[in-house]
């Protein structure tokens, strides 16, 4: 198809928007903005990064509101693309210590659609997860879009595993792996981990995802230290604790956070291999994640929002 021209991003994120009904144990069931790749443009261009999100959207009321909350956190929109299909809807299911078990409800639905596969713009990074890389023709653009990126733009990539919506995890598999083949940077969490590879120990699958071709693999468990390996280094960097009202939004406001830290440093002096760079990267995507878990849904924060800078982790 044609292509659309953007303004000069420093990110470009290419994946699912959607509406989660959130329902907790015990209180009335309340309809979220969300989306992996959706709340993580929010998070970066609240958090100051220009940022582009592609995907598709409904015309219906819920896909006016998720395009209002996009105008209004300064998300540009250029690459969305609009479906008189309903919005796709997620079952966020919260247990008593706010963690989420999701469900979803994708067939006719918007989500899945996506018609562009290549990107008039340069960004600095491209990121994309979540269902992107499950649902159809979604994940296949996804693929096709990465492909035809330029020679100077980065890849970020997070797994997000999402075993209700994934009927072949080998297929699935080799498409992060085909992905991790040309990023700069792979976050799985530790499920993650356990259902992209259920019959090894983590470290030999993350060890698989730089055999692909992955410079960095960042590795979060919750709230322990997050685990980030290259070809030559093992860093472990600590995440301290946070009152958490629910986990919605957590780990795609960290991806933000980590995304942010790079798009701020000078182009040619960007190195995701590099340990002080990975350092400050989860630094300051541990303390946006540390705001929005105190939240309901995914509500990322503004920079004035973070709190101050972690102490060096240790190594």
């Known amino acids: 198809m044609g292509v659309t021209r953007v303004r000069n991003s420093r990110v470009v994120v290419i994946g699912e928007a959607l509406v989660d009904l959130v329902m907790p144990e015990a209180a009335p069931i309340e309809a979220v903005l969300g989306g992996a790749p959706y709340n993580t443009a929010r998070a970066l261009a609240r958090l100051g990064i220009p940022v582009d999100f592609c995907g598709t959207v409904s015309v219906d009321r819920f896909g006016e509101r998720i395009m209002q909350q996009l105008t209004a ?3 540009g929109t250029a690459l969305v693309e609009r479906c008189e299909q309903p919005t796709t809807l ?10 989420a078990d999701y469900r979803f409800y994708i067939g006719g639905t918007s989500a899945p659609r996506l018609e562009r596969d290549r990107l008039d713009a340069v960004p600095a990074w ?22 035809a990126r330029g020679p100077n733009t980065r890849v970020m990539v997070d797994a997000n595993v999402r075993p209700h919506v994934i009927s072949d995890m080998t297929g699935y598999r080799r498409r992060v792996e085909r992905l ?20 090894v120990e983590a ?5 698989r995802l730089l055999e692909c071709g992955a ?32 986990t919605i939004g957590a780990g795609d406001t960290f991806d933000a956070g980590v995304l942010a830290y790079w798009c701020e440093v000078p ?3 960007v190195d995701p291999t590099d340990a002080a760079q990975i350092a400050a990267a989860v630094d300051l995507g541990a303390r946006a994640a540390r705001v929005v878990v105190g939240r309901r849904g995914a509500d990322p924060p503004r920079r004035s929002e973070l709190p101050p800078s972690d102490p060096p982790s240790d190594r």
Request: proline residues 4%; aromatic residues 2%; charged residues 20%.
């Open 203 to 207: 470290e030999s699958g993350v060890q």
């Open 126 to 147: 491209i990121f994309t997860g979540g269902l992107g890389l499950v649902l159809e023709p979604l994940a296949h653009r996804v693929d096709d879009i990465v492909s």
């Open 267 to 269: 182009t040619e002096m």
């Open 180 to 199: 991790a083949s040309c990023c700069d940077v792979v976050k799985v969490s530790d499920e993650d981990l356990a259902h992209l590879y259920p019959d």
């Open 90 to 99: 997620a079952a966020a299911e919260l247990s008593s210590k706010g963690s």
């Open 215 to 246: 410079s960095l693999v960042l590795v979060t468990a919750g709230g322990d230290a997050v685990v980030a390996r290259t070809a030559n280094e093992r860093i472990a960097v600590s995440i301290p604790p946070a009152v958490i009202v629910d």
């Open 73 to 75: 956190d300064g998300v």
